[in-house]
């Protein structure tokens, strides 16, 4: 589904889209679990004994958490391969994840702020839980700023690799910030060996935490065969403009 380093090495004339039979069917699905979602979080999983209804931000909250710390890992992945082997194709990997962590750390804080005015009556609180995201949100926008400080691509994919391998410590500080400081954000609920909620609750959770993965890996996808489209794109249009210039030489 997503290219391979020799087919982002070649030269072929750039694809029409980043879509395929299998991403549009694989599409409509998620779609259509996304309304099982909505169904199982307002119908079938009731409101929780102390949280009441906002219990249900949570089945978005805590699911694009854990998501933006895997997309995190892939950037990070991706950027110490791209240092290692100088390859276009993990540069892009990183950058995807990188872009979709982004998207996701924003979806956390924006629900975690929804979650807070009617848990601790205000929207924001400088808690260290909420503190370190923003940091991790603010890092990934440098990431991104990073990416487009630079007229030579390779220059930018250098420096934003390692700003990347920096997201893998902050995800720790993050996950741990609850543990190590006294905060007002709840502890560790639901990866414990005896989880705080149960029934349909855990079921919804769980099925969230699927979902959101899953709608991850197909941006991934997609967001990986733009950037190819678009080095693709680069590409012929260097190459047009070379042979340009050589039919001019020879007039």
Known sequence: MIATEAEVGSASPPATGTGSVLTRVVGFALLAGAALLAWLAFVVSGPDTELG???????????SA????????????????????RSA????????????ATVY????LVTGMLWGKPTWGTYWQWDARLTTTLMLFMLLLGYLALRRTSFDPEVAARRA????LLLVPNIIVVNRSVEWWRTLHQKT?????????EGWQ???FFYAWVLMIAVFAWLLVHRFRLAWLERQAVSVELDAALEARRAEALT
């Open 189 to 197: 609920t639901l990866v414990r060996l005896d989880p705080q909620i």
């Open 53 to 63: 209804d906002t219990v249900r931000l949570l089945y978005v909250h805590v699911p």
């Open 105 to 108: 750390a924003a979806l956390t």
């Open 161 to 164: 690799a390692i700003v990347g």
């Open 66 to 85: 854990i998501t933006a710390y895997l997309g995190c890992f892939v950037c990070a992945a991706g950027s110490a391969m791209y240092l290692w082997k």
């Open 89 to 100: 194709w993990w540069d892009m990997v990183a950058a995807a994840g990188g872009e979709i």
């Open 202 to 204: 855990l079921s919804t």
